[in-house]
């Protein structure tokens, strides 16, 4: 199994705190001492470290910004389908979900997880076909979200959404001819927003599948966001009206 690297000091810290058994090793930058480091070592503990230099590190990260650390990883595995509905019953509030119809680009999964986990969502869920997988650059850009934020991979995502809708969670989808503005739904109780894929927006039997649709208002001369801005908007908006 190829190791996944992990670099940045919150990145690693995160995965140190949340998933250290995925960490086999980890590289830091030979000379530098300082506090924030020495608390990663402390975090560490026996996971094995070495020290080496910033040429090194820096063809390692292939351009990314690694301050110094870069650790080797077990691979992310997303969650089950099962994971998805033990989690649900278990939950002592309405349940708050984001599902990505069809987002490919690894830095939009990232940014959503990162928003997801920001607005309290309680597990973002994909299919399996046609969706960016947990990897390094989704690591990266969701900041420590990624090890966090439960990302539950589904092979019928339709079927997935009729189970969600007898378990008495709403259904809402975002498409740019909805009549209904997102600031005017109501957002409250037990919900699913569902972001449609970059460019195409949401497949047909996904759109069918879903209780009622919304929109952001664009008063500009673009017609869209890009996901991760929109989904952040939206996230934020349901969040707002959740905590009043």
Not at 53 to 79: N, T
Not at 91 to 106: I, Q, R, S
Not at 210 to 237: H, Q, R, Y
């Amino acid at each position: 199994m190829q190791s996944e690297l992990v670099f940045g000091f919150h990145a690693v810290k995160t995965t140190l705190k949340y998933d250290a058994f995925r960490v086999q090793r980890i590289m830091l930058l030979k000379g530098r001492e300082d506090e924030r480091l020495n608390q990663l070592l402390e975090d560490a503990g026996d996971i094995s470290v070495e020290r080496v230099s910033r040429p090194k590190l820096d063809e390692l990260a292939q351009g990314g910004v690694h301050q110094g650390v870069i650790a080797f990883c077990k691979p992310i595995e997303s969650k089950t389908e099962r994971f998805l509905y033990q989690l649900l019953d278990k939950l002592d509030e309405a349940p708050f979900l984001l599902v990505l119809d069809g987002v490919t680009d690894p830095h939009n999964l990232g940014a959503c997880l990162r928003t997801a986990d920001a607005a309290g969502v309680h597990a973002v869920i994909a299919p399996k076909d046609k969706s960016a997988p947990l990897n390094a650059t989704v690591s990266k850009v969701a900041c420590g979200a990624a090890e966090v934020m439960p990302y539950v991979q589904v092979t019928n995502l339709a079927r997935t959404l009729q189970e969600l809708q007898k378990r008495g969670i709403w259904i809402t989808g975002t498409a740019g001819e909805a009549k209904q503005m997102v600031y005017q739904a109501n957002l409250t109780g037990p919900m699913a927003l569902v972001m449609g894929a970059e460019g195409k927006g949401m497949r047909r039997l996904t759109r069918d599948g879903c209780d009622f649709l919304v929109k952001i208002p664009m008063a500009g001369e673009v017609s869209s966001l890009n996901v991760s801005v929109a989904t952040g908007v939206c996230l934020f908006e349901a969040a707002r009206q959740r905590q009043v």
